[in-house]
């Protein structure tokens, strides 16, 4: 009797515990603590791991935060920063255009975050985008497809989201370069 | 005579501070411009729909809503504050931000520039909404 018992416990631990631990052995999480989740160095030193906490560019935050989410330099790699800052006139179907000094000025700072040269999950990014591409969208790269797989298509065209470039509809803290999971609030 | 001229005077004395800011700008357009700026013309060009060079329907109300008191929001779905001065005073105070949104918005919904006489019109349609 007592043996069926162990026996029983022992075959619901398994049955439980090993999914749970295929399911969630990922990499989502950066165990580096001096890396934020994509890339830019934090040099708070692990005071808060999962935010990106740059200084960033002032002229990146007016300018490239008017329309649509602050979009992170990693994301990218620099030749699709050169790209789309040399296309701003037809920027995904509106008109950009910057004034040439402001515009030189973002384009240096994208391009000296861009992933690939800044280390940390960039790095990954970037090895994830053939060189033979120049991505304009975030969105068309595997980095974010894998990151979102689980999502179907139809979540997107919620009234409150309205499409995957929408990032701060569910990452609140899109903005700041904070993408954590725990934090990921997807609206209804 | 006098006394209705003064009275007059004193009228738009008292009302000059109060939109002394957005008038300024009001001011430099409509010298550029073959008549004053009418808030009627503007009201028109805001609502006015064009198709777009990728042949979508746009007009200014597509992003600012048709009621400019009103927080609009972008194709990307970013909320933008009110247009009209009334609900949102730092509005057209800023002539440098004020001509670089004139230039994208209008190429992006007239396919070309603004006259001055539409800027001219355009920013006392919206001086007007209360």
Known sequence: MQTQYWLRLAAVLLLTLVPAGLILADDDDDDDDDHDEIGLVDRTHGASPRMLVPAGNAAWRTECAACHTLYQPALLPARSWEKMMTGLAEHFGENATLDTRTRVEITGFLVANAAGRSGGRGARIAETIPPAQTPLRITDTMYFKRKHHELSVSVYKRPKIGSPANCMACHPGANAGDFAEDRVKVPR | ?130
Request: proline fraction near 7%; charged fraction near 25%.
């Open chain 2, 1 to 130: 005579m006098k006394s209705v001229k003064l009275a007059l005077v004193a009228v738009l004395a008292a009302a000059a501070p109060a939109a002394a800011a957005d008038s300024a700008l009001l001011a430099k357009y409509a010298a550029q411009a073959p008549a004053k700026g009418s808030a009627e013309r503007g009201r028109t060009l805001y609502s006015a729909v064009h198709a777009d060079k990728q042949g979508r329907d746009v007009s200014c109300a597509t992003c600012h809503t048709p009621d400019p008191r009103q927080t609009g929001q972008t194709r990307a779905g970013k909320p933008v504050e009110p247009l009209a001065p009334s609900a949102n005073p730092q509005r057209f105070t800023d002539e440098v931000k004020v001509e670089k949104w004139f230039g994208r918005n209008c190429g992006d919904v007239l396919s070309r520039a603004c006259t001055p006489q539409e800027k001219a019109d355009f920013i006392a349609y919206l001086l007007s909404v209360k």
